[in-house]
T-cell receptor
Framework: GAVVSQHPSRVICKSGTSVKIECRSL??????MFWYRQFPKQSLMLMATSNEGSKATYEQGVEKDKFLINHASLTLSTLTVTSAHPEDSSFYIC?????????????FGPGTRLTVL | GESVGLHLPTLSVQEGDNSIINCAYSNSASDYFIWYKQESGKGPQFIID?????DKRQGQRVTVLLNKTVKHLSLQIAATQPGDSAVYFCAETPLYNQGGKLIFGQGTELSVKP
């Protein structure tokens, strides 16, 4: 199956610093990637849709200036949490949509645990 | 709309028994459904999918049933094993939606007792 990686797997940072999370599709091209946020014991909440070569589309309530998304190539999307605060601590997960064929299947990365002190 | 944060319902089964996890979906226009398994601290893992022109699909030890009349989806796991312990999410999406958004259900935590 399609493999999606994320880096780093976990990060601890001080309040006010910025953190970059990478999402890569390893064996397929993904014109569309998605970024989710997940709190403990809760479902995945879509933050934004990342399209290669264009601006990301953010969900309602998600600050685009705080969560910067760049999709520079067909295999890489990055999420930068700017000026992180403790309330940004969460599990961030990316997914990549398989570009070939009609199926709207998304494959997920392993997630990044962000802890802001 | 998007899934709302709620405490996860739980299902506890004995090892070897069959498990049935249910999901009610919201959008009548959705025509493609996916079940994901998420183990603690990991990303969701694709299990099985089904299109709306089907009402049943089988995989290895798993079966997905779709009832479009009542907008209900279920995942059946045969001979449940300890390794099946995880949170299971259903997701819905329009099949040919180029936007590709998935709408996730709230999830069910499956606990398998040895």
């Amino acid at each position: 199956g399609a493999v999606v990686s994320q880096h780093p797997s976990r990060v601890i940072c001080k309040s006010g610093t910025s953190v970059k999370i990478e999402c890569r599709s390893l064996d397929f091209q993904a014109t569309t990637m998605f970024w989710y946020r997940q709190f403990p014991k809760q479902s995945l909440m879509l933050m934004a849709t990342s399209n290669e070569g264009s601006k990301a589309t953010y969900e309602q309530g998600v600050e685009k200036d705080k969560f910067l998304i760049n999709h520079a190539s067909l295999t890489l999307s990055t999420l930068t949490v700017t000026s992180a605060h403790p309330e940004d601590s969460s599990f961030y997960i990316c997914s990549a949509r398989v570009s070939r064929g009609p199926r709207n299947t998304q494959y997920f990365g392993p997630g990044t645990r962000l802890t802001v002190l | 709309g998007e899934s709302v944060g709620l405490h996860l319902p739980t299902l506890s089964v004995q090892e070897g028994d069959n498990s049935i996890i249910n999901c009610a979906y919201s959008n009548s226009a959705s025509d493609y459904f996916i079940w994901y398994k998420q183990e603690s601290g990991k990303g969701p893992q694709f299990i099985i999918d089904i299109r709306s022109n089907m009402d049943k699909r089988q995989g290895q030890r798993v079966t997905v049933l779709l009832n479009k009349t009542v907008k209900h989806l279920s995942l059946q796991i045969a001979a449940t094993q300890p390794g099946d312990s995880a949170v299971y999410f259903c997701a819905e999406t329009p099949l040919y939606n180029q936007g590709g958004k998935l709408i996730f259900g709230q999830g069910t935590e499956l606990s398998v007792k040895p």
